[in-house]
């Protein structure tokens, strides 16, 4: 993938001026690296590095169309729909191997049943990370918020606890990948 390609999406969708950009682009990069670094940790895995790159830097590109005013973003959907507007653009792009990266990065993903049973505003169909670039991306995403500290890296003990307020899957698809990843 190229990064002009890239960059163009971004210079698509996140103008210059918006601190959203700033925000988008920051993190995405650490996640790249974070994503980068575990593939070339795990050689094993046999992760396309192209795929983590791109994959990594346009995961959130949907954020932009939600209401999120803290991030600067004024959009008219909820946060948790940022991964399925993200998934949208980019197949909009031509992009569909990308397009399920960011369906399937939010949380540790999220199941059909899940989705029913805490009523969110989604699809009701299984959004779980399936390939081995999926999964490190998701993976690595949990470890930066895109809160006021962008560059600080999680531990696992934090984003562990900040997991027991989900559905106990959510949880243990962490730990499996902590199991692989870490």
């Known amino acids: 993938m190229h990064k ?33 670094s575990i593939a070339q940790r795990h050689p094993e895995l046999q992760a396309d590095e ?40 980019l197949k909009d792009n031509g992009l569909d191997k990308l397009a399920l990266i960011a369906e399937r990065h939010t949380g540790a993903g999220i199941s059909s049943k899940e989705i029913i049973k805490q009523n969110l505003p989604l699809p009701i169909k299984d959004m779980l990370a399936v390939s081995v670039e999926e999964k490190i991306i998701a993976f690595a995403d949990k470890f930066y918020s895109k809160g006021k500290n962008l560059t600080y890296e999680k531990t696992v003990s934090e984003i562990r606890k900040e997991m027991e307020n989900y559905e106990k899957q959510q949880l243990l698809r962490f730990k499996d990948w902590c199991e692989k990843f870490c």
Do not use: F, Q, W
């Open 50 to 89: 192209n795929i983590l790159e791109a994959g990594a830097m346009l995961h959130d590109i949907g954020i932009i169309l939600t209401h999120a005013p803290k991030i600067d973003c004024y959009g008219n959907n909820p946060y948790i729909k940022h991964g399925i507007l993200g998934s949208k653009i």
């Open 4 to 36: 002009k390609i890239i960059e163009e999406l971004i210079n698509k969708y996140y103008p210059k001026n918006r601190p959203v950009r700033n925000i988008l682009i920051t993190h995405s990069s650490l996640v790249r690296d974070k994503a980068l």
